[in-house]
């Protein structure tokens, strides 16, 4: 019964013994009909009076404002329309003594109502019926939201228990005592146990952590969430063992879950199996510091350990080693480089064999090896490392019916403390193999300062690193030297030459850095930088100057680069100068050990429309039997015939067959050297075409050509006399 209708009877029954103990007191009799319109116009409840047929007899104050409703209009129509036809179907009028009570839909105006509708048969009351009406809305209401937060959190909790089952990641929660409450599927299948199985057991019995390395049980992160109260994470280097003996590498989290209170209700830990990923990132880790080919450590791993040799504080003596093998390019060239492949590997274990656990052992790259003896004195690593190179001279390596002999040149660097940095061990180990390969091969070397090799090895390998820095700062400055014509009306050519600026502004000429550069594979750059600054940055100057010829010098390796005609191709076909004006120099040294390279790239640059020059040609007497298999446009003989030309009859004659046979050939000659005049004339009756030397120019910067050297193809220079 509700709050309302309780107020209501109350108040009438107070109506009502008030009016008893008045009439009592006053001597009359009780009215009950005066009562009962008192009760029924001051209760909250609405009440009216209905007769056997339902129809509206009386009602009270109460029911209208109820209804909404006049009485005149209420009475229009049966009390049974006012209710939803769904809640009343059943209904019947009570007979009399009989109760009825039931909850139904009440229409108003701003829709529908909840009320108790409650009828009663009155005794002695000719079939009427009390029809009693209250509103029971608000508990409806928060009855249905009660319903609605029941139903969201059923819904929500499905949610979370389909994303949970859903997602990649273990989920275990358990209470405040440890004792597991829910597993995910992911969970169960990482660690073996059911969720139906683990239900009440505790954490640390179905969470089992082992040390990866003594295999001992650890106490799970969850106990130290709780402990603790804040997120703990799992270490690394630990595992979960699943119930079936399975070991897995996880990564995991526990916090400790709280109520709304703050109150700590338990936990929940997440994790996942990471033992794929870890497995993958081992080998990525392996592949970066390890060699593919031979499984050694390769340089990045072999340049870590040395530093870490070299950061020990007072350290014993360790030792670093560069191995060249020796005649090792002798088998790649000639049986193929899967043969090179299989002899790196064979010589890999061949050293591994002959040196202790500690060392550590890298493929620095091509047929080259650093070994880093560890703990070593200087007279042992002797020993291993001799012991090594006889290891290696034993090598009978046989491949498709032949069998080459292989060995191995050593230098040794002991890592005391004047070296500081992984670079100057490394350069001093260079230094000191290149002493051992010059000395005959199959040697070992150890570096000294006063080593005039070592020094001047030692001065390459700067000069090498400081190229690397001059080209990136655009140190170096080309220069031109002309190349004068004997005969009148021939146009004449400038020979490019390059320079380098230092540091302090100084100029260094090409004799100090071209060796270093040749040696460490740096000319191919620089040459791309020369062609760069003629074809492409001052291209448009060049073109504008009538009749200029240019004479550029090409190195073996960038002749060796298969990538070089197609960059240069790129280059002709931007630049506005014409590749008929160009004129390409390559050494005779150069054509003669690698006939078939060079070969193809002279005929490719002929097709270009350039012209060919073969330099100091006459150092070797076999350059007439090259001529015959190279077509070239110019060859410029030596300078060491042209010096003496005056006073050798032999050089004289050598420099007469020389420019005979070329012309025979329709090769243009070019004496080389010409610094003193009294060499022209001679030169002239020899039958040469042109000169260069002191005697006709000394190098310029190239700048000169666009202040001082502007000429036109008809302003050839005149004869030299």
């Given at each position: 019964?509700g ?13 009502l013994?008030?009016?008893r103990?008045?009439a009592?007191?006053a ?5 009950d009909e005066?009562?009962?319109?008192l ?5 909250g409840?609405g009440?009216?009076m ?12 109460a029911?209208?404002r109820?209804c909404?409703?006049?009485?005149d209009?209420l009475f ?13 179907i059943a209904l019947?009028?009570?007979?009399e003594?009989n109760?009825?009570s039931?909850?139904?839909r009440l229409?108003?105006?701003s829709?529908?109502h909840w ?6 048969g009155?005794e002695?009351g ?17 009855q ?12 929500e909790s ?5 994303t949970?089952?859903?997602?990649a990641?273990a989920v ?8 597991i409450?829910?597993?995910?599927p992911?969970?169960e ?6 969720e ?5 057991v505790?954490?640390?019995e179905v969470?089992?952590l082992v040390?990866?390395?003594?295999g001992e049980r650890l106490?799970?992160p969850v106990s130290a969430?709780l402990e603790g109260l804040?997120v703990?994470y799992l ?6 063992r ?9 990564q995991?989290?526990a916090?400790?879950?709280r109520?709304d209170?703050g ?7 997440v994790f996942r199996d990471i ?13 970066t510091?390890?060699?593919a080919?031979?499984?050694l ?8 350990a040395?530093?870490?040799?070299l950061?020990?504080?007072?350290r014993?003596p360790?030792?670093?080693?560069f ?9 790649n060239?000639?049986?193929?480089h899967?043969?090179g492949d299989?002899?790196?590997r064979e010589c890999?274990s061949?050293?591994?064999h002959?040196i202790?656990?500690d ?5 620095l790259?091509?047929?080259e090896f650093?070994?880093l003896?560890?703990?070593?004195p200087?007279?042992r690593a ?8 006889d290891?290696?001279?034993t090598i009978?390596?046989?491949?498709e019916?032949?069998?080459y002999?292989?060995?191995a040149?050593v230098?040794?660097v002991?890592l005391d403390?004047?070296?500081v940095?992984?670079e100057e061990?490394?350069s001093r180990a260079d230094?000191?193999c290149y002493?051992?390969?010059?000395r005959?091969?199959g040697?070992?070397a ?6 005039s ?12 690193a ?9 140190r170096f400055?080309l220069f031109?030297?002309?190349i004068?014509?004997?005969a009148?009306?021939?146009?004449g050519?400038y020979e490019?030459l390059l320079?380098?600026?230092?540091r302090?502004g100084?100029?260094i ?13 740096m000319?191919p750059?620089?040459d791309r930088w ?6 492409q940055?001052?291209g ?5 100057i009538?009749?200029?010829?240019l004479?550029?010098?090409l190195?073996?390796?960038t ?7 197609a960059?240069l191709e790129?280059?002709l ?6 590749a ?6 390559i050494?005779e040294t150069t054509?003669?050990n ?9 005929i490719?640059?002929?097709e270009?429309g ?8 006459g150092?070797g007497?076999?350059?007439f039997n090259?001529?015959k298999?190279f077509?070239?446009d110019?060859?410029?003989i030596?300078g060491s015939?042209?010096?003496n030309l005056m006073?050798?009859s ?13 012309h025979r050939l329709?090769i243009?000659?070019v004496a080389?050297?010409v610094?003193?005049?009294?060499l022209?004339?001679?030169?002239r009756e020899?039958?040469?075409d ?5 005697a006709i120019g ?10 001082h050297?502007?000429?036109?193809a008809?302003?050839a220079?005149p004869?030299l006399?």
């Amino acid at each position: 019964m509700g709050i309302t209708l309780l107020v209501a009877i109350a108040a009438g029954a107070l109506l009502l013994l008030i009016w008893r103990r008045r009439a009592r007191n006053a001597g009359q009799p009780i009215c009950d009909e005066d009562c009962y319109r008192l009760a029924m116009n001051h209760t909250g409840v609405g009440m009216a009076m209905l007769s056997a047929s339902g129809e509206w007899q009386n009602c009270n104050p109460a029911m209208c404002r109820i209804c909404e409703t006049p009485q005149d209009i209420l009475f229009l129509r049966p009390f049974t329309r006012l209710f939803h036809p769904d809640d009343i179907i059943a209904l019947t009028l009570p007979r009399e003594g009989n109760r009825t009570s039931l909850e139904a839909r009440l229409q108003l105006d701003s829709g529908w109502h909840w009320m108790r509708l409650t009828l009663t048969g009155i005794e002695g009351g000719n079939g009427c019926v009390l029809m009693e009406l209250e509103s029971t809305q608000a508990s409806h209401d928060v009855q249905a939201e009660l319903l609605d937060k029941q139903r969201t959190l059923a819904r929500e909790s499905d949610h979370l228990r389909v994303t949970l089952d859903a997602i990649a990641d273990a989920v275990i929660a358990t209470d405040e005592t440890g004792r597991i409450t829910f597993m995910n599927p992911v969970a169960e299948s990482l660690t073996g146990w059911t969720e139906q199985n683990a239900l009440g057991v505790p954490v640390d019995e179905v969470l089992e952590l082992v040390d990866d390395d003594t295999g001992e049980r650890l106490p799970s992160p969850v106990s130290a969430a709780l402990e603790g109260l804040q997120v703990c994470y799992l270490r690394d280097g630990n595992r979960l063992r699943s119930r079936d003996g399975s070991l897995y590498e996880i990564q995991d989290s526990a916090s400790p879950l709280r109520s709304d209170d703050g109150q700590l209700v338990g936990a929940v830990v997440v994790f996942r199996d990471i033992t794929s990923r870890r497995a993958m990132q081992k080998a990525l880790d392996f592949h970066t510091t390890h060699d593919a080919l031979t499984g050694l450590t390769n340089r990045r791993g072999f340049e870590l350990a040395l530093q870490m040799a070299l950061s020990e504080e007072g350290r014993e003596p360790n030792i670093l080693c560069f191995i060249n093998l020796d005649r090792f390019k002798v088998v790649n060239d000639t049986a193929g480089h899967v043969a090179g492949d299989a002899l790196l590997r064979e010589c890999a274990s061949v050293i591994g064999h002959q040196i202790r656990d500690d060392d550590v052992l890298a493929r620095l790259g091509g047929d080259e090896f650093g070994l880093l003896l560890r703990h070593c004195p200087v007279e042992r690593a002797r020993l291993i490392t001799e012991r090594l190179i006889d290891a290696l001279d034993t090598i009978r390596f046989s491949w498709e019916e032949a069998v080459y002999d292989i060995g191995a040149s050593v230098g040794l660097v002991e890592l005391d403390d004047g070296i500081v940095s992984v670079e100057e061990a490394m350069s001093r180990a260079d230094v000191a193999c290149y002493t051992a390969k010059h000395r005959g091969r199959g040697q070992l070397a150890v570096y000294t300062a006063d080593d005039s090799d070592a020094s001047r090895r030692h001065l390459e390998l700067q000069m090498a690193a400081s190229l690397r820095e001059s080209l990136e700062a655009d140190r170096f400055v080309l220069f031109v030297q002309e190349i004068r014509p004997l005969a009148e009306g021939d146009p004449g050519h400038y020979e490019v030459l390059l320079r380098l600026r230092g540091r302090d502004g100084e100029m260094i000429s090409p004799g100090a850095f071209i060796p270093a550069a040749e040696r460490y594979q740096m000319m191919p750059h620089i040459d791309r930088w020369v062609l760069r600054q003629l074809l492409q940055e001052r291209g448009a100057e060049l073109a504008a100057i009538g009749g200029l010829n240019l004479a550029i010098n090409l190195s073996a390796t960038t002749l060796d680069d298969p990538s070089f005609p197609a960059y240069l191709e790129s280059l002709l076909a931007e630049t506005p100068l014409a590749a008929e004006r160009l004129t390409f120099e390559i050494t005779e040294t150069t054509v003669v050990n690698q006939m078939g390279s060079v070969s193809d790239v002279l005929i490719w640059l002929r097709e270009q429309g350039c012209k060919v020059a073969l330099d100091d040609f006459g150092s070797g007497f076999s350059s007439f039997n090259y001529l015959k298999h190279f077509k070239v446009d110019y060859l410029k003989i030596d300078g060491s015939f042209v010096r003496n030309l005056m006073r050798s009859s032999v050089d004289h004659t050598i420099v007469e067959s020389i420019n005979e046979v070329a012309h025979r050939l329709s090769i243009q000659t070019v004496a080389e050297y010409v610094e003193d005049a009294a060499l022209i004339p001679l030169l002239r009756e020899t039958g040469v075409d042109y000169v260069q030397g002191y005697a006709i120019g000394r190098p310029e910067p190239l700048e000169t050509l666009f202040k001082h050297r502007q000429y036109h193809a008809n302003d050839a220079h005149p004869p030299l006399h």
